[in-house]
């Protein structure tokens, strides 16, 4: 399956990670530019766009970011470079919120809808999660089910719960998130 990148501008910096290629396609200027998405290591290889023969130094930094992210280290993210607003409303004000989690702690889809004043709105929460464009970088693996079950992660459920792992999140015998540390 190949993945087009749809912005027509977009280029794409491919850059390796201990779980395999990540690629962030972006547009704009090499001193402003803004990620359109961000692709987890089994996406990242069926992505077709141009791959830009110079990368902006804020681009360079941000992948380095993620790769210390995935060693463990806990980096900052700067959310003003995401073109969140190509998100719709709903979808965005789930995004923040995620992105508001603290590391080392979980939320569930129940928590957010709630926090948004939308306490019904569980599994869209759920689905704007699942649709995130800016994996990692908005931590969409910190919300898990109301029973600790991991639910669903674009980069596969085995990913999620090495990334919980390593953030210092526990888990029970049979796989759930200890919900000890949760937000919201």
């Known amino acids: 399956m190949t993945i087009s990148v749809m912005f027509s501008t977009a280029q794409v910096f491919r850059f390796p990670t201990a779980f395999g290629e990540m690629c962030l396609a972006w547009e704009g200027t090499s001193t402003e530019p803004h990620v359109m998405r961000i ?3 089994k996406d990242a290889d069926a992505v077709e766009a141009l791959s830009s023969p110079i990368i902006p130094p ?3 930094d941000l992948g380095a970011r993620i790769q210390a992210f995935l060693t463990g280290e806990a980096p900052v993210f700067d959310l003003g470079m995401l073109a969140l607003e190509r998100c719709r409303d ?4 789930v995004l923040l919120a995620e992105a508001a ?3 080392g702690w ?3 889809y129940g928590r957010i809808a709630a926090h948004l004043e939308a306490p019904t709105a569980s ?3 759920g689905n704007a999660l699942a649709q995130n464009p800016f994996p ?3 931590p969409c693996h910190r919300a898990v089910r109301a029973n600790g079950a991991l639910g669903g992660y674009q980069g596969g459920l085995t990913l999620k719960h090495t990334l919980l792992t390593a953030e210092g999140v526990a888990f029970d015998a049979s796989g759930r ?3 000890e540390r949760v937000w919201y």
Do not use: D, E
Not at 90 to 93: D, P, T, V
């Open 39 to 41: 692709f987890l290591p």
């Open 58 to 60: 804020a681009i360079a």
């Open 90 to 93: 709903f979808q965005r004000r």
């Open 101 to 103: 989690i603290p590391r």
């Open 106 to 108: 979980v939320s569930t």
């Open 123 to 125: 599994r869209a929460v």
């Open 136 to 138: 990692i970088v908005i």
């Open 177 to 179: 998130v200890l919900l």
